[in-house]
């Protein structure tokens, strides 16, 4: 390979991976399944991306026995009676054989999903924030079928 | 005004008109005046006003689209952040011709902004920052780009976004402190191998990093803290990748022919490398790392001496003289007054920097 086809090549490459990673994006939200989760609240500031909403999910208390940071873990969903929230109460570090389930990590004694911040501008960040606090805040997250969770917005009830 | 190259230029051309040189001659004369240290200097000058002009306008864009985001469409996000990248890979190609210093910079901004975008698509899905993976990513791109574009800017970036993955790494395993010990072991690392294969800009950022990051070491809490830390399974793995990179370039940095002090400096990365281990499983104490900061300080100015590199010998002048006034005033404020402490301290800085800066002059204007 020349040097200016491997500069096109590190060109193109460099144009693709960003594409990927939204395509890989927009395919869980496109075809994953759509699930609401409860959402507590918590509040630091990213200095990468200015201004977002910490989060945290009551599913992520289930931490296995075992385990370290680092370890991924499963948890399978069900829905809570009748409505359309989803939860979860248990953890494993094996992939479940079906069902839906949502793939975290073992950080700081909780499973942490990838979807613990939401970006807002300041005015939304300070609505979410007292929405937050009374607990009337849940989370649409798409999930693909390896368990990869996307946040795609938070509703408010 | 015409420059001193330029008019020498001049000249040669109508000496070579008037038939006093031949027309060989004045092309040999010319040339003889195109590479001086002055030439060499104005485009290390342009070079940098060139990067900083780069830097500027990245931060400008980013600035400006993260400032608009908002109202940005998702996929017009990502199509801004896609046409920028290529736009300044093509530009700096374009323009690589005929300004290559602006060229160049333009080719870095490129590989800024794609450091940028792996940032920036994470935040339009809400994605928590696992920043680790982002700036391995970007190091990849960065170190591809050296190589093809024979860049020590883009292989400067690469050292400086593989640092940033072993910070991010190790904070993320919880094992922030093991960074008192991986970060200076990388820089030995980086010196190492830029030394070995000649790649200035990695030999500086190496030595300055070892330099900036032993001197913590030097004072008791800390020694004493990584010695106590209890650092998990990604800490441990991560140090022992790091020193063992440190030490195989050593090796190859030892084995190297036609640099007289190359046994010696190999020697000094893996004196460093050992004393860093050794700092992890046991309290080696002030005094210790203090002797090998100085050592090590000392080792720089022989070897800049030697090797006739004016900016290592200054590095460990100021390495020397940062050490002689912390632990000045270490020792003069628990004896006396602080006012006076910070008076006759004040007064031994500045007599050491006068004997300090006078000795580099000496060492730096040397003949030969």
Sequence with gaps: MTRRTAFWVLVAL?????????????????????????????????????????????????????????????????????????????????????????????????????????????DEARELGTALAERRVYADVAIGSTGRATLTRLVVR | MASFEQRIAAEAESWADEGLVSREQADAIRARYVDTERVRRRDRFVQTLAFVGAIGIGLGVILFVAANWDAIPRFARLAVLVAGIVAFYVGGDRLSRSRPRVGHALLLLGCLLFGASLFLVGQMFNVSPHQSLAFLLWTAAAAAGAVVLRSEPFAALAAITFAGWIVYELADAEAGEALVVALPVYGVALYAGGTRFGLEVLRRLGAATVFALLFPLTFGDVGDEVADAATGGTAVAAIVALAAAAVALAAALALMRGRATAPWEAGACVAVVALLGVATAVDVGPLVANVALVALALGAVAVGYAAGESWLAGLGIVALAVEAAVRFFDFFERIMPRSIAFLVGGVFVLALAWALERNRDRLVRRPG
């Design chain 1, 14 to 122: 460099q144009a693709l991976v960003p594409v990927a990673m939204a395509g890989l994006r927009e395919a869980d939200v496109a075809f994953g399944q759509h699930v609401l989760l409860r959402v507590e609240p918590v509040d630091p500031r990213d200095p990468f991306r200015g201004q977002y909403v910490a989060l945290r999910y009551s599913i992520g208390a289930y931490v296995p026995s075992g385990t370290t940071t680092g370890t991924r873990v499963y948890v399978p969903l069900h829905r809570e009676g009748d409505g359309d929230v989803w939860t979860g109460t248990v953890a494993t570090t094996s992939r479940p054989d079906g069902g839906t389930y949502i793939r975290g990590q073992v950080r700081g004694g909780r499973i942490e999903f990838g979807i613990e911040q939401y970006y807002a501008d300041e």
